[in-house]
């Protein structure tokens, strides 16, 4: 299992990497940052880039920058960054929870976020993050820098519309306000496993109702998403399990679940009802 | 008889540790040779098809390769046989080296690449070109039997065991239970994937083979007919082979005749995607098995009809997974009526051979399946039918009119009944059955399980050992054993310490070296701690008869009179008298001695498995809360390392049970092809267990009362959580496949 | 493809070698450094056997390339014992059993010394979840939780 040969590149800033992107896109050119879902497509040779441009030497690319109510994640923020919370509001905690979900420490001290964005599995926390918050992502290439966002960001499992001489230069998201709740949950067969199903909701209460509900899924379809039907049933709701129920099997339902010969897609609805029950429940108590 | 202390019995730390602990093994990936080539093999990428062509121009022009070969190459090197002799039946399903003319499974090696380097290697290996038709695969052993070739089915032979009148027996039960029940194909996947070395000294007309296992003599002798030239094969550091690696494949051939052919060291290590692929897989066999009893629940009769799924060709082991199933099966329960036919059946998927407790971690699942069935049906207690059942103390040794593995079954030892007792006891059987019950009411799906399991270890039916020490009184024991990292130096030296009187960690062990030692066993089906172990007791024993003659003379004394204590020698009456050491005794030239140990019939350990576990309703996750593991080793050399193998082997039980499976599509694609698929138990997955060693029923066989541990732990996992699901489910019989995924698991338990 | 010349400080000393970029770091550090410890079980980063610690920090050296190591501080299993004295957590492991066929073993060992390095307090919660990164097939863990508690609970 050892990779195809390649051209490899260790430029020192953004813009000679953007260059040698846009010189080797044509022959399947690949940024490499974590390496951590990079190197072992290449192992196994289904990935093999006639050249790899590494922006580990990139140290800005390191920095997470908070700015006008967004916080600007670098293309080398690794996940442990996350461990703790990185910023002072409730995305910060947010993002300190999902990271602890990510494979292994081993794998959290050198991957990316912004890798993960680019890599597009459909099991992968950051894109649900992504997906649920409304991230925006700046992708660049010799000729411009362009905002998508993630609605618009993808495109099927492992696609994204990231252009082949795009790169990511920071992923954006939004800060939360101050008082909302948060919770996730996703299962897994194994610790650190891919989730085969998992969940984020984020809202506020407004006398005591549910508003500005988010619920999105991932690991279920071959995108994350937000599901409207669900956060429809929540908004303007009292939080309770019943409610809680009900969204859930509503976003089951809405699903157009992804099958593989260890999940039909009746046990892949099932487990999104279980995974968003638990999410929603962890908005009321973290031991839910 | 020598020693202050009796050292066996004593968890004494491993004379293997620290080698490995500073990275200093010797694992077949650390060896090199100057000069050496690597080998990479070109797999087949269909399950069946005619093989059209071969291009192999492109891989022998691309950089740094040596050669290419393709079966034309390798035209006098046969099929590999087996190890030991085997039905004539199964003769012509044995595999090439490189697939002639036929693809069988995904991964059959049909082509080999000879590089300076792997990476190189690699890149030559994708450039080679095969030209296929493809051909109908035969992907489930209950199906009919196809064609295996012109003339020859894919059901190679038909296996039949019985005794007693079961027709009889089933007229007159008082209830037939029949059940289907399946055990999912998976394997030993060890974490050192496999690897071989290939030398060849000109001189001496010799190859030797490097990271050779398990049976290195045997694998000797079959080589050596194969290349019909002298071979000599070493084992290094081992990284756990529970039955898959070792046994003779198309690779050790191949490195072997390439280093012959190309007169330079060829080096061969697998991937973890070829070895997922590539190495012997296991237990896949689907049983119709049916059990009449009487109005108390007495077995009158088992019977079995099973499918053994063997995979694209037969391997060295012949028939003998599904020969050891039927042997097996009655477990340690009285079967006044048996019979079991076995369909040996071809698919086009992995070859199949032998798994940590072969053909037993299946038979259990299938017994106990069968005892939980009968209690269900007769509304009593599933504890209460196996003691009805269990075959008494006072009846041992016990023969069942069965054979396997060329011996009689004949149960030497045993106290079921106690040891289901102590087990009850420890466990907490009744209070768990009670608070399960509580909080079942509270909708919680929680339940407990049992299974009870005789093991088979020690087969003989020879062995020897070779002691020896020098003018510095350090002790060697070579021995024809092997290590596959289950402390077989440690056992061996104790037992030499305790026999010779010295401190075992002055004792080096040689194994697997087949230029050290004409003959040995390996390391298989736990005989090694019965059949070595006692090889070495009798060494050592002769040694020390020599050394205390040649004492005798230069104290003054008769050898009766004196005894060796920590090295030295002493005079029994006085033992603060004049000594000498056991150095000065053996002199400038030292002394060496020989042992043998022979024996005709296996010793038959035996054990329980009791699990709690709770269903996550939500998820179908299954969550181990408690798990005992209950077991008769007749007599523990080191009962840190007799439960070392029971938890080892318990977390491959679990993997078995819940995660483990080779899975294939309809095209015979495999699907478990990495770690992220293949699952095997994290530390998160795998409980701290509970484990009850006792030594209640020692081994009349051999004069160390030894039966072996190897496979203890894992053998009645499956039977233990499926029975413990059962009653968490509130659904008795439900669990009829494993492993128990979380979707099979919410399937039973809807409606 | 062409080779670059790069120098690996591994255990405190310098290895000056020549790589295609795309070998990886565990085939750089056990066959151009020639420090074979250091195993791989799946080449694919799951298994953990290939861990070493990297700037502190515990990585698997088969999800690296070799030439993204260059002038980093890696320390490789072989690093551990001072002479014939065993580092303090080998010891351990080797008073609990904590290994049998002993492939795993330099991976949990560099794991877990990093973590306990990085925050010798750590819960059992912590420690098992930690411990989960890597697999073993042969000692069923129950032993390597022992000798790394042992380890802690030493330090304390």
Known sequence: MKPASFRYYAPQNVDEAVALLGEHAGEDGHILAGGQSLVPMMALRLARPGALIDINQIASFAEIICESGWLAIGPCVRHAAFHKSVVDNPLGTLLSDVAKHIAHYPIRTRGTFCGSLAHADPSSEWCLVAAALGAEIHARNISATRIINAVDFFSGAMVTTLKPDEMIVSVHLPLLPADSVFGFAEFSRRAGDFAMAAALTVYRLEDGRIADARLAVGGAEEDPRRIAQAEAILNGALPGTEIFREASKAAAAAIDPITDVQTNSHFRRKLVHTICERALARTVSRDG | ?751 | ?156
């Open chain 2, 1 to 751: 008889m020598s020693g202050t202390q009796s050292i066996i019995g004593r968890s004494v730390p491993r004379l293997e540790d620290e080698v490995l602990l500073k990275g200093e093994g010797r694992f077949a990936a650390d060896i090199s040779f100057p000069n050496q080539l690597h080998m990479r093999v070109v797999r087949a990428s269909n399950a069946h098809a005619r093989i059209v062509s071969i291009d192999t121009a492109a891989a022998r022009a691309a950089t740094g390769v040596v050669a290419v070969w393709t079966s034309n190459d390798i035209q006098d090197v046969p099929s590999i046989d087996f190890r030991d002799p085997a039905a004539e039946a199964l003769g012509p399903y044995r595999q090439p080296v490189l697939a002639h003319k036929i693809i069988r499974y995904v991964d059959e090696p049909v082509a080999v690449v000879f590089a300076e380097d792997p990476y190189l290697a690699e890149d030559a290996a994708d450039l080679v070109e095969i030209d296929i038709e493809e051909l109908p695969p035969q992907l489930h052993a209950s199906d009919a039997p196809g064609e295996f070739a012109s003339g020859i089915g894919t059901e190679p032979i038909v296996l039949n065991s019985a005794y007693g009148d079961g027709e009889a027996a089933f007229g007159s039960a008082h209830a037939i239970i029949e059940l289907d029940l399946t055990i999912g194909r998976h394997s030993g996947v060890p974490l050192e994937t496999r690897g071989a070395l290939g030398v060849y000294d000109p001189q001496k007309d010799l190859i030797e083979l490097f990271g050779a296992a398990k049976v290195p003599h045997r694998n000797r002798d079959t080589l050596m007919r194969m290349l019909k030239r002298e071979v000599h094969l070493h084992e290094g550091h081992v990284g756990g082979g529970f039955g898959v690696r070792g046994e003779i494949y198309p690779e050790d051939v191949l490195v072997c005749v390439a280093a012959l052919r190309l007169g330079r060291p060829v080096k061969w290590i697998e991937d973890r995607y070829e070895h997922l692929m590539a190495a012997n897989q296991s237990r896949g066999q689907r049983h119709l098995a049916k059990i009449a009893v009487d109005a108390e629940g007495r077995v009158l009769a088992l019977r079995d009809e099973f499918f053994h799924d063997q995979g694209a060709y037969v391997r060295t082991h012949g028939a003998r997974v599904p020969e050891l199933t039927m042997g097996m099966l009655p477990g340690p329960y009285r079967i006044p009526s048996f019979q079991a036919q076995a369909h040996f059946r071809l698919t086009n998927k992995t070859p199949c051979a032998t798994y940590r407790a072969p053909g037993r971690f299946e038979g259990s699942f299938v017994r106990e399946r069968l005892m939980d069935a009968v209690a269900e049906k007769l509304g009593i207690d599933r504890i209460e039918i196996r003691r009805r059942n269990l075959v008494s103390k006072d009846e041992m040794p016990y023969a069942r009119p069965l054979s396997t593995l060329g011996t009689e079954v004949v149960l030497d030892s045993g106290d079921y009944e106690l040891l289901l007792d102590k087990a009850l006891a420890r466990f907490g059987w009744d209070e768990a059955a009670k608070a399960t019950e509580k909080r079942r009411a509270n909708d919680e799906k929680v339940g407990i399980g049992l299974g009870i399991f005789v093991e088979k270890t020690g087969l003989g039916p020879t062995d020897s050992a070779h002691v020896s020490v020098d003018s510095s009184g350090a002790i060697e024991i070579v021995t024809g054993g092997a290590s596959l990292g289950q402390g077989f130096e440690t056992v061996m030296a104790q037992i030499c310490a305790e026999a010779l009187g010295v401190d075992y960690e002055n004792i080096s062990v040689i194994h697997g070296q087949t230029d050290r030692i004409a003959s040995g066993i390996g390391a298989h089906a736990s005989r090694a701690t019965v059949m070595t172990g006692n090889a070495v007791h009798v060494a050592a024993l002769n040694l020390r008869t020599k050394l205390l003659e040649a004492a005798a003379v230069l104290m003054q004394s008769k050898p009766d009179a004196l005894d060796i204590v920590d090295g030295q020698i002493i005079s029994k009456e006085n033992g603060s008298g004049p000594s000498l050491s056991i150095a000065a005794a053996a002199g400038d030239d030292g002394f060496s001695a020989e042992g043998a140990f022979h024996v005709d019939h296996m010793a038959y350990p035996y054990g329980i498995h009791m699990a709690q576990i709770r269903v996550d309703q939500g998820t179908g996750a299954v969550k181990v809360e408690r798990y005992l593991v209950a077991y008769d080793v007749g007599r523990a050399v080191n009962p840190k390392l007799v439960e070392g193998q029971i938890v080892g082997g318990f977390a491959q039980g679990l993997g078995g049970a819940l995660f483990e499976e080779f899975l294939y599509d309809e095209q015979g694609q495999p699907l478990s092809v990495t770690f992220a698929d293949y699952l095997i138990p994290t530390l998160s997955e795998v409980p701290e267990i509970d484990v009850l060693v006792t030594e209640d029923a020692p081994s009349p066989l051999n004069p160390l009362g030894i039966k072996g541990a190897g496979e203890a732990g894992t053998n009645a996992v499956a039977a233990a959580i499926a029975s413990a699901i059962d009653d968490a489910i509130g659904k008795p019989g439900a669990v009829t496949q494993i492993p128990v995924t979380p979707q099979r698991l919410m399937v039973l338990m809807q409606d």
């Open chain 3, 1 to 156: 493809m062409d080779s670059f010349d790069i120098i690996l400080n591994i255990n405190g000393s310098d290895h000056a070698v020549s790589v295609e970029p795309r070998r990886t770091l565990a085939d750089v550090i056990r066959e151009d450094c020639g420090l074979t410890g250091t195993h791989t079980g799946c080449e694919h980063g799951v298994c953990g056997a290939c861990t070493v610690i990297i700037d502190g920090e515990p990585m698997r050296s088969c999800l690296m390339l070799g030439v993204q190591a260059a002038g980093k501080s890696i320390r490789t299993v072989e690093g551990l014992a001072d002479g014939d004295a065993l580092h303090p957590l080998q010891e351990a492991f080797k008073d609990e059993h904590a290994l049998q066929c002993g492939f795993c073993t330099p991976g949990f060992l560099m794991l877990a010394i990093a973590a306990l390095e990085r925050d010798p307090n750590i819960s059992d919660e912590a420690l098992n979840e930690l411990l989960s990164s890597n697999l073993c097939r042969c000692t069923g863990y129950a032993n390597i939780i022992s000798a790394v508690r042992k380890f802690r609970d030493a330090g304390k």
